[in-house]
């Protein structure tokens, strides 16, 4: 099994930044992508950035440009982080960590962490 924790989220006003953090733990050497997701209020969970363990990353067009997602330089501590810039009311919404392994199927979640941008 794997364990995800995520932190970093809260209030913030429109135009401001957050870092959010997610630690991995358990059997994470099984792990080859991690990613971060969100589901706004009555919107379905939608993928924001993606990481593999080579570092190739991934994003939805939403956030391009202002996101970005990165990975501890100890690739084995399975930490990723989401910098997020310039933000908008419409990134309000629970963001969730999102740990996967890929050749057998497996997939783990965090509990998600809130974050809310005002206008």
């Known amino acids: 099994q794997v364990q995800l924790v995520e932190s970093g989220g809260g209030l913030v006003q429109a135009g401001g930044s957050l870092r959010l953090s997610c630690a991995a733990s358990?059997?994470?050497?099984?792990?080859?992508?991690m990613g971060w997701y969100r589901q706004a209020p009555e919107k379905q969970r939608e993928l924001v950035a993606g990481i593999t363990n080579g570092g190739t990353t991934n994003y939805t067009d939403s956030v391009k440009g202002r996101f970005t997602i990165s990975r501890d330089r100890d690739n084995a501590k399975k930490t990723v982080y989401l910098q997020m810039n310039s933000l908008k009311p419409e990134d309000t919404g629970v963001y969730y960590c999102?740990?996967?392994?890929?050749?057998?199927?497996?997939?783990?979640w965090g509990k998600g962490t809130l974050v809310t941008v005002s206008s």
């Open positions: 999102n740990a996967r392994n890929t050749i057998y199927g497996r997939e783990y």
């Open positions: 358990g059997r994470i050497f099984s792990i080859n992508v």
